[in-house]
């Protein structure tokens, strides 16, 4: 794309493994196995070693969740989710920031299997800013985050002495001023389609400005299973939501093109190319 980032398909590696556990049937969001074929998939893009599955000891911690899907489709009588945990605690420095104060965080927060939503059991939760500290010695990381990036972000431990999550729903400081005044190396954007069309403070992103530090896009969409006429859609008002800035809006429309790259989007691409350029 024109704006320089590296765009990560996602999508192909998840489909690959399809018939496995990395979606919960009762919640919107990747299991930790599909959290773990992601970040395999990031880690590649980067040239990082990829994680290999029969290194990690998986831990249940819940044989109980019944998530969003659950509560609004009304099919009752699904059998609850299972819960898992791959990656340890231990060496990990968590700092919270839920009401906009610092405070100590931990990686996996018990407490919040207790409840409804126990996919907070992930970094507790949706918040502004998190910082995980690990003992690797590799690059800082900013990772733009939903809550995806919650299961996501342990895995990418690995290879990050720092991880930075910031959700731009929450956040109102300057991304690039973060990135100046924290050293950051790496930026990954990960969102979730639907929410990167709807959120209007990603018009605070300007993707350019961030590409020498070195810019991945791991776009993924609820939409896949949509026609490509839906896709293209997102696409028209991902546009207009940024201000008809152009750059961040190539460099998203070849992400999508990379989840679903069906004749009908390629058409519709070709045909909207005075907003958006895809490439093959």
């Known amino acids: 794309s024109k704006s320089g980032a590296i765009n ?8 690959a493994h399809s018939q496995e556990y990395i979606y919960y049937r009762t919640d919107h969001h990747w299991t930790s196995l599909g959290a773990f074929y992601g970040a395999n998939d990031i880690l590649n893009a980067m040239g990082l070693e990829e994680l290999q599955l029969s290194d990690y000891s998986p831990r249940e911690v819940s044989s109980g969740f019944l998530g969003t899907n659950y509560s609004s489709s009304g099919a009752w009588w699904t059998d609850p989710d299972t819960i898992t945990a791959y990656i340890p605690e231990d060496g990990k420095d968590v700092i919270s920031n839920f009401t906009g104060r610092e405070e100590p965080g931990r990686l996996y927060a018990p407490e919040q299997l207790e409840v409804k939503n126990k996919y907070a059991y992930f970094l507790g939760g949706n918040q502004p800013l998190c910082v995980i500290r690990s003992q690797s010695d590799g690059p800082k990381l900013l990772l733009i985050r939903d809550s995806y990036s919650d299961c996501l972000a342990p895995f990418l431990t690995e290879h990050f002495r720092e991880v930075h999550l910031f959700d731009l729903r929450y956040n109102r400081l300057s991304p690039l001023a973060y990135i100046w ?8 954007l990960e969102e979730e389609l639907n929410t990167l069309v709807h959120c209007r403070c990603y018009g605070a992103l300007t993707l350019h400005h961030l590409c020498p530090i070195g810019l991945y896009l791991a776009l993924y969409s609820h939409a896949i299973c949509r026609s490509s006429l839906a896709v293209g859609k997102y696409l028209c008002r991902a546009y207009k939501g940024l201000g008809g800035d152009t750059s961040p809006v190539e460099a998203y429309a070849t992400s999508i093109c990379l989840l679903d790259n069906s004749h009908a989007l390629a058409t519709l691409c070709r045909t909207n190319s005075r907003y958006i350029t895809t490439r093959a």
């Open 8 to 15: 990560i398909d996602l999508a192909s590696s998840l489909k």
């Open 181 to 188: 005044d924290n050293d950051i190396d790496v930026v990954l």
